[in-house]
C-alpha cells in the first residue's frame, strides 16, 4: 500500500523569502515521487519527479525536492518564492515496483502556498 | 489537440439523472486516467486504461460508475443516477507508453454538481 502525508495545509511566505513544503511517504515497494502545482482554474502540472536516479531533484519555476529513503521524506523548496507561486501543491507516490499499480497516483491532500508582497 | 481536453467543463444535474463526462487524450498516449477531486482534497483514482484496455477499475466507487474507451483514444465516464455526493472535479490524464516513469498530463477537469 502506498500513502502520501503533506504535513501542513497552507503556507504563508513573503515574497522573496524560501519556501518549504513537507511531504512523507509510504510505500510497499520502490516509489516514485512527484510534485504537481495546480493553479486557480488550470489543470494540474508537473513541477518535478523522482524516479530512482539523483535523490536532489531539480524542476520548473526554481523548485527542487530532495528523497531521503531513511527519513520517508520528498520535501519542496524554492530559494525565492515569487507572487506567482501562489497555487496549491501535491505531493504525489507511485509504486514502481508493483507493475500493475503504477497508473496509481496517490496523492497527498494538497498544501495552499500564499505569497504575500 | 495540444494538451488533455475535458468537456462539459462544468455540469449541473439533478439527481437521479446519468452523466457522461469526455476526455480527450494527448494524441499518441497509451495510457489514460480518471481522477475524481472532492473540495479541499487531492485527487483520488478511479480508473486507467491502456490502449482500450481497461487495466485498473479498483477505484470506481460502486456500479453506478463505469468508463469505456473503445478506440483506444477518447474515454468518457458515466455515473448513473447521480447522487449528490458524486459531486467533485472529474480529472482525466494521460501519458506516453506504459513505463512507470512516465509523467501523466492533466486536463482542466470537469465540476460536476449533483442537485
Known amino acids: 500500500a502506498q500513502s502520501v502525508t503533506q504535513l501542513d495545509s497552507h503556507v504563508s511566505v513573503s515574497e522573496g523569502t524560501p519556501v518549504l513544503l513537507r511531504c512523507n511517504y509510504s510505500?510497499?515497494?520502490?516509489?516514485?515521487l512527484f510534485w504537481y502545482v495546480q493553479h486557480p482554474n488550470k489543470g494540474l502540472q508537473l513541477l518535478l519527479k523522482y524516479t530512482s536516479a539523483a535523490t536532489l531533484v531539480k524542476g520548473i519555476n526554481g523548485f527542487e525536492a530532495e528523497f531521503k529513503k531513511s527519513e520517508t521524506s520528498f520535501h519542496l523548496t524554492k530559494p525565492s518564492a515569487h507572487m506567482s507561486d501562489a497555487a496549491e501543491y501535491f505531493c504525489v507516490v507511485s509504486d514502481r515496483g508493483h507493475t500493475d499499480s503504477w497508473g496509481k497516483l496517490q496523492f497527498g491532500a494538497g498544501t495552499q502556498v500564499v505569497v504575500t508582497p | 489537440g495540444a494538451g488533455v481536453s475535458q468537456s462539459p467543463r462544468y455540469k449541473v444535474t439533478k439527481r437521479g439523472q446519468d452523466v457522461a463526462l469526455r476526455c480527450d487524450p494527448i494524441?499518441?498516449?497509451?495510457?489514460l486516467y480518471w481522477y475524481r477531486q472532492a473540495l479541499g482534497q487531492g485527487p483520488e483514482f478511479l480508473t486507467y486504461f491502456n490502449y482500450e484496455a481497461q487495466q485498473d477499475k479498483s477505484g470506481l466507487p460502486n456500479d453506478r460508475f463505469s468508463a469505456e474507451r473503445p478506440e483506444g483514444s477518447i474515454s468518457t465516464l458515466t455515473i448513473q443516477r447521480t447522487e449528490q455526493r458524486d459531486s467533485a472535479m472529474y480529472r482525466c490524464a494521460s501519458s506516453l507508453a506504459g513505463g512507470r516513469d512516465t509523467e501523466a498530463f492533466f486536463g482542466q477537469g470537469t465540476r460536476l454538481t449533483v442537485v
Open positions: 494524441s499518441g498516449h497509451v495510457s
Open positions: 510505500s510497499s515497494y520502490s516509489p516514485s
